[in-house]
């Protein structure tokens, strides 16, 4: 049984620390169990797959000190009827949808501009500084304009992020009118610099999720399981219990 959802080390060394780094695993867990599940006819049995699903992220659980899914009392080789298994299915489901809302800043990679990038930006702020020269503005606010592309360039020098470049930007709209920013192409330049770190941050994320597409197609049928989270029974809640909708089928 311990065949059916094996996780490598270097998938467990490749893991973010504290919850986004459970969400990741129970993310790995559940491809495993699809991959799986698709050797299944219809009226097979598929207990031991899902009980193995269920073995690792509980114990998961246990480890990163889940809230919610570490106080459940689950027994490795206890009976579990389909009622109580879907319940514990739509549990892990429900708080690792709020664990997901909860870790996506610290999911997603740090985007690096790097100096080709940075020089195409530099190349737009001078062709926006060339664009104020020759516009017909006052010359006070052809200055309060280069002050603020100034700014620009110092950020470039330093490590830029969309967020302080978008916002100098924008600054540059409470200097001049929507006319004035149509003749110096402000809206076009505002896009240009987005498109710029819109690539950089889906390269990051690219990065920091690249070990996933090749480990999840990984075939572990010869490997065997040797070491793993453990996984024990939990005392019995003493709080509330939380009510859940037992009509819809096991999300797998």
Same mark, same amino acid.
Request: charged share 30%; proline share 5%.
């Given at each position: 049984?311990?065949?059916?959802?094996?996780?490598?080390?270097?998938?467990?060394?490749?893991?973010?620390?504290?919850?986004?780094?459970?969400?990741?695993?129970?993310?790995?867990?559940?491809?495993?169990?699809?991959?799986?599940?698709?050797?299944?006819?219809?009226?097979?049995?598929?207990?031991?797959?899902?009980?193995?699903?269920?073995?690792?992220?509980?114990?998961?659980?246990?480890?990163?000190?889940?809230?919610?899914?570490?106080?459940?009392?689950?027994?490795?080789?206890?009976?579990?009827?389909?009622?109580?298994?879907?319940?514990?299915?739509?549990?892990?489901?429900?708080?690792?949808?709020?664990?997901?809302?909860?870790?996506?800043?610290?999911? $997603?990679?740090?985007?690096? #501009? @790097?100096?080709?990038?940075?020089?195409?930006? +530099? /190349?737009?702020? =001078?062709?926006?500084?060339?664009?104020?020269?020759?516009?017909?503005?006052?010359?006070?606010?052809?200055?309060?304009?280069?002050?603020?592309?100034?700014?620009?360039?110092?950020?470039?020098?330093?490590?830029?992020?969309?967020?302080?470049?978008?916002?100098?930007?924008?600054?540059?709209?409470?200097?001049?009118?929507?006319?004035?920013?149509?003749?110096?192409?402000?809206?076009?330049?505002?896009?240009?610099?987005?498109?710029?770190?819109?690539?950089?941050?889906?390269?990051?994320?690219?990065?920091?999720?690249?070990? $996933?597409?090749?480990?999840? #197609? @990984?075939?572990?049928?010869?490997?065997?399981? +040797? /070491?793993?989270? =453990?996984?024990?029974?939990?005392?019995?809640?003493?709080?509330?219990?939380?009510?859940?909708?037992?009509?819809?089928?096991?999300?797998?």
């Amino acid at each position: 049984m311990f065949d059916y959802i094996y996780i490598s080390d270097e998938e467990l060394d490749a893991l973010l620390p504290g919850l986004a780094g459970f969400v990741a695993y129970e993310a790995i867990c559940r491809e495993r169990l699809k991959e799986a599940l698709r050797g299944y006819g219809q009226n097979d049995d598929d207990t031991e797959p899902r009980n193995s699903y269920l073995t690792k992220v509980f114990s998961a659980a246990e480890h990163y000190n889940v809230p919610a899914l570490n106080e459940v009392e689950f027994e490795i080789n206890g009976h579990h009827d389909e009622m109580s298994m879907r319940r514990l299915f739509q549990m892990i489901d429900r708080e690792v949808t709020k664990l997901r809302l909860q870790t996506i800043r610290d999911r $997603k990679g740090t985007a690096v #501009i @790097e100096p080709p990038q940075v020089a195409k930006i +530099e /190349h737009l702020i =001078s062709q926006l500084r060339q664009r104020v020269a020759d516009s017909d503005m006052e010359d006070r606010t052809k200055e309060k304009v280069n002050k603020k592309l100034d700014e620009l360039l110092a950020i470039m020098k330093g490590k830029p992020t969309l967020q302080a470049t978008m916002v100098v930007i924008a600054s540059i709209f409470t200097a001049i009118n929507q006319g004035q920013a149509a003749i110096i192409k402000l809206p076009e330049t505002i896009s240009a610099i987005a498109e710029i770190f819109g690539h950089a941050q889906e390269d990051a994320d690219t990065k920091a999720l690249e070990y $996933k597409p090749q480990k999840l #197609i @990984e075939d572990h049928s010869e490997d065997s399981y +040797e /070491h793993g989270f =453990s996984t024990k029974p939990k005392p019995k809640p003493t709080g509330p219990k939380e009510s859940y909708d037992l009509n819809d089928d096991i999300p797998f």
